[in-house]
């Protein structure tokens, strides 16, 4: 083992934790959008893209990000403009994202990312901090994008409950026609944070193929979008707990790679983050209490002439 | 400008405004071949012969319909009770698991014996397969999408374990395969389609007859609607739908039995080939009715068979055509806007007509 079970877990956590994050910011205006694993993917191929063009991981992130939530806007316009069902309209964005990004990345199979921003993301050795032993290798020399990943998480906490942007969204996810009645403006709201939450899936799928692996492969996410809508009831609609939720899973989807040597079957190894996934997900459904509830308005359309 | 509901519209109209979609997904599409260097009149025409271009090739694409029809079938079922079930692919793996049990152990069976094992083995498999997230939902309400989404990787990794370790054919040289299955356990060619299309063909039927005719359709339909209404009508909601949802699996699962028996002729993780995934475009876009997944599923399995086609006459990727077909599901999908509501230009005329 070059480095700690727990670096690597962080790691592996990371795109999931960018996942998750958007997706909980898409859910807190009230929609739920399956297509988290197509804007991966699609964010995953754009920021390869952006970085085999330009070199800059800076552009790789930001592509990444543009692509994600244009990808989020072709399903907020169907849900929010055109009323269409959520699920369905998530689940072709799935599809639609698998597909694009498969087309897009043909030519790009087995070529690796440009050294400037393979070294642009070297773990970054926080002086001191990193000498720390067991948990200061693990959270202080991780590389910038694991840093952002982190601080986008306490941002987004900080948003939704200190904020009043925050508290709007918060009412336009829990009562949408309170919220239009007090005058807020219920479909910019959704619109806007349905584009955040592409975004953040976008660049989590470019965690993938531009810092993680880094060459291309056809459906880089692996399950990865799934994984993450499932993490935002595990972490209850919290930020803060989205971190640890993914740190774990992000461990999970490794641990077969780890116990390699112990002659275990890595296929069965391989079952072990969807296994749990559902195991969690059952608990965590079974579980109900007002205080950790989904937005009330959650997957509910909501339409003004129709109050 | 702004939008006023529907008061009715007709069958016709609807269909038209579907036509339309389709076409403007096209159209879209058309523009995108265009950009990449291409006239997209080549590139449709290509397609088509691609498809349907000689007998060989028309025999192809029937033999992509088949599973196409019978995972949309399956899907039809659960969406029809907006139970989300995506966990096709994975119901298709373990049909075939189950199937290929049967046809590596018991392989002397005479034929039509064996073959009929394998579809009963298919059918429990993947309706074993979709029993499980049903009753999680029954239960404990746990989000169906996710649990069957998951279990389509659990399948995968099952599978590749067999293929890897216990079920690894010793006479393969090392190379990690199962078996070939024996010719006993593979389904016969009528007009030179594996019998699967009779099969095909008798199950359109029987779901048209149980959905529109029976009880149990009718439950299905109730469930579907409002949970609430089939509660208070006094269905046991939590039976039809795990009842349903096996038989849903199940037919996901003979889908498996058949792309194992007769394509790939033996279990390996390709067989399912992304067909549970595209049924749930074609079940959609047949607006749920087992007559019209027929020419949507056929439609689709021509765009399949005609994009590996232009693959090697454009050097356009095969994944060309699944991006044509999700943009047909969005323009489709949007298009249902335009069945509800119609938009109305705010000038003076309206205006006098509303206030009239």
Known sequence: MSYGFLTAMIIAGTPLLFATLGELITEKAGNLNLGVEGMMLIGAVAGFGAGMATSSPFMAILGAGVAGAMAAFVYGFLTISLRANQVVSGLSLTIFGTGLSSYLGTNYIGQRMPAEIISAFEPLRIPILSKIPVIGQALFSQDIYVYFGLFCAVLTGVYLYKTRFGLNLRAVGENPSSADAAGLNVTLYKYIHILIGGAFAGIGGAYLSVVDVPTWQDNITAGRGWIAIALVIFARWNPFKAIFGAVLFGGLSIIGFRLQHLNISQSLLNMLPYLVTIIVLTASSAKKSKLNAPPKGLSVPYFREER | ?356
């Open chain 2, 1 to 356: 400008m702004r939008m006023i509901k529907r008061a009715g519209i007709t069958p016709k109209q609807s269909a038209l405004i579907k036509v339309y979609a389709v076409l403007s997904a096209l159209i879209v599409s058309a523009f995108f071949i265009f950009l990449l260097g291409h006239n997209p009149v080549d590139v449709y025409v290509s397609m088509a012969k691609g498809a349907f271009g000689s007998a060989y090739r028309i025999k192809d694409t029937i033999t992509i319909s088949i599973p196409l029809i019978v995972t949309s079938m399956g899907i039809m079922i659960a969406f029809k009770m907006k139970f989300w079930n995506i966990g096709a692919e994975g119901q298709i793996l373990t049909g075939a698991l189950f199937a290929s049990y049967v046809a590596l152990n018991f392989s002397t069976l005479p034929k039509p014996l064996l073959l009929f094992l394998m579809m009963v083995a298919g059918f429990v498999g993947g309706g074993l397969w979709a029993m499980i997230p049903a009753i999680l939902k029954v239960k404990f309400d746990t989000n169906e999408t996710i649990v069957t989404l998951m279990m389509n990787y659990i399948a995968l990794q099952w599978i590749t374990y067999l293929q890897y370790g216990p079920w690894k054919d010793p006479d393969s040289m090392g190379f990690p395969k199962i078996a070939n299955f024996a010719d006993n356990a593979i389904m016969p060619k009528i007009f030179g389609v594996h019998v699967g299309w009779i099969f095909v063909l008798l199950l359109v039927a029987f779901m048209t007859f149980v959905m529109k005719s029976t009880k149990q359709g009718y439950q299905i339909a109730v469930v579907g609607e409002s949970k609430d209404t089939a509660r208070y009508s006094g269905i046991n909601v939590s039976k039809v739908i795990v009842i349903s949802i096996i038989v849903s699996g199940g037919i996901c699962g003979i889908a498996g039995m058949m792309q194992a028996s007769a394509v790939n002729q033996t279990l390996n993780t390709q067989l399912s080939a992304g067909y549970g995934y595209t049924a749930i475009i074609t079940a959609w876009l047949s607006g749920l009715n087992p007559i019209l997944i027929v020419p949507v599923s056929v439609l689709f399995a021509a765009m399949t068979k005609g994009g590996s086609f232009i693959q090697t006459a454009f050097q356009i990727p095969q994944s060309a055509a699944e991006i044509i077909q999700s943009l047909i599901l969005f323009f489709v999908i949007g298009s249902e806007f335009f069945i509800q509501y119609k938009l109305v230009f705010n000038n003076r005329k309206h205006n006098k007509e509303d206030a009239a």
